[in-house]
């Protein structure tokens, strides 16, 4: 209900100023983000690199939760059809990512529509457990076309997009460019007609299908959107990454994405994105010198995060001060 709200006329005046020290806001992260290059190493860029990607692929699972109220655990199949398009494009016909990114994004569309159209009618944890076969069959269906997913060793994508530039900043200018133009796309989206739609369609369904808007269409067209920007991270995630095997796309990465959706309070902001994105990549990297304390650490770091997130709504369970 709070997405279909609309202010007031007397915050009308005060919400315009917080509007514009936002924007000011994600205008400075940005040029600091375009910057940091300048002063960061490899590994920092690279780690960053895959970030951005993950990021992507969280808001691909907040886009869902956001306007269709429903969850994803298998969002890495998604992912993976984009990172493995990108791959094979390149090995079979020599292109590179600035002729498969679209591709990928068809495919991202089309398979989510495939999902989505039989399954219109699930919601709930019956869709999430229907999403679930997804990730739990994608490492069995990657290994069993290996004559064109490369099996268990994958494939490697070297291609540049623009030659003579060094890999490094390319991975990270091209992941940062296109995660800040899907969050503007997404702030566009949300005053939209369309997007409107999606959201009265979850928030008030009766109302919605007396305007012709089926509960149905509007989970078959946002499963769709959000399956596309999915396969748009998994080919940056290749691309940054160099490399694509059934290891980085187990049934866990799909767990994962929900987490940094939760993380993120399943928000379609880049601060959002970058927080989600940033848990789910840079938290396990630089845990990852801490040898076995690693998934008791990332346990409590995912415990304490979420309840600093969700401290808000855990504000409603303190008990009222009576009145003097």
Known sequence: MSDLAHPSKAGLSA???HLDLVRLSMLGLVVALSLLPIIAGGFLLYSLSLCFANALAVLSVSLLVRYGGEVSIGHS???ALGAYAVAIVEHRLGLSIVVSL????LLGAGAGFVFAFPSRRLSGIYLAVATMALALALPEILIGFEKF???FEGLYIA???IPGIPKALQRYYIA???LVLVCLALAHFRKSSQGLALLMARAQPRAAEAMGITRSWARISIFTLSAALAALAGAL??????????NSFTFFSGVFLLVGSVVSLNRLSLPAALVGGAFITLVPTYLAQAGDWVPILYGVALVVVTLIANAGDLRRFRPRRRGR
């Open 159 to 161: 291609q540049d997009v």
């Open 15 to 17: 919400r315009g100023g």
């Open 102 to 105: 679209p591709l990928a994004i």
């Open 237 to 246: 995630t290749g691309f940054a990454s160099s490399t694509v095997s059934p």
């Open 77 to 79: 199949f998604f992912v």
């Open 149 to 151: 997913t490369g099996g």
């Open 176 to 178: 940062l460019l296109v």
